[in-house]
């Protein structure tokens, strides 16, 4: 159960920063009767956090902190990255490689052994 609530939490992070990134985008081209879109990302993004900071409380009561965190993280760049993939197309070799090297690390602290 501890697992899915890290995903979940950490799935909720990465949305909390893409809601965020898309206010920033929002607010920067306004059009008409947009205005109210940035508040509306950047209140979601709130709700995000707070959902996911509820989930990892919860799932700290089960899970190693050495495990958890890591994973919770993992997940949140996930989530970023695919964001960033899918939609803004700037996803460089050097990213991927990055990504790569923090999941071989994430992997190499959580594995039980």
Do not use: D
């Amino acid at each position: 159960m501890s697992l899915i609530t890290l995903i979940a939490s950490g799935t909720l992070s990465g949305l909390a920063s893409v809601l965020l990134r898309l206010a920033a985008l929002r607010a920067a081209t306004p059009s008409a009767g947009g205005e109210w879109m940035p508040f509306l990302f950047r209140a979601g993004a709130m709700g995000s956090y707070g959902v996911g900071f509820v989930l990892y409380a919860l799932a700290l009561r089960k899970a190693n902190l050495g495990v958890a965190y890591p994973l919770m993280v993992a997940v949140s760049i996930l989530v970023v990255l695919a964001f960033t993939a899918l939609h803004e197309q700037v996803l460089r070799p050097t990213q991927i490689v990055g990504a790569a090297v923090i999941f071989i690390g994430v992997w190499l602290v959580t594995r039980q052994v």
